[in-house]
Structure formats: structure tokens, C-alpha cells
């Protein structure tokens, strides 16, 4: 029998102290994508937020395009 989780509602800021993925909506409600595992769309997901640390680090430059590495124990693969 799976296990019950219990937990209380969050207040205020604290829904702040979780880190979320963001997964475009057209990889969702685009029929072009219905093909696409769940799996590939959170990898998707999982490199866009990669992708959102050197502009937040201030080292993104106009024009040069940015490499990603991922290691496996990341992506959880």
C-alpha cells in the first residue's frame, strides 16, 4: 500500500524555500510535441534552468552562445 503523505499548507514566503523547473507550456499543449517522452520535456526543463545561471551571474555576453554540461547524477540518468 503506498505511504500517505502528510504536510501542512505553506504560508506566506514559504513557498519561496522550494526550487521549481520551468517546462514551456508548447512542449504540454502543443500537439507537434505529443510524441515527447515527460521524461525528455523535464531534461528540457532541467537544461533551461542551467541555461539561467550565467545571465543570473552576470556572465552571459550578447552574442556568444553558451555550452551546457550536464552530469548524469544531475539529471538523475
Not at 38 to 59: E, F, I, Q, V
Request: proline residues 6%.
Amino acid at each position: 500500500m503506498p505511504e500517505t503523505i502528510s504536510s501542512d499548507y505553506f504560508y506566506g514566503d514559504e513557498s519561496e524555500e522550494f526550487v521549481f523547473f520551468k517546462i514551456p507550456r508548447q512542449l504540454i499543449t502543443n500537439p507537434k510535441f505529443k510524441h515527447v517522452s515527460t521524461d525528455a520535456k523535464l531534461l528540457y526543463g532541467m537544461l533551461l534552468d542551467c541555461m539561467s545561471l550565467p545571465r543570473t551571474a552576470g556572465m552571459m555576453m550578447p552574442g556568444v552562445s553558451v555550452s551546457i554540461i550536464l552530469w548524469t547524477r544531475y539529471a538523475g540518468i
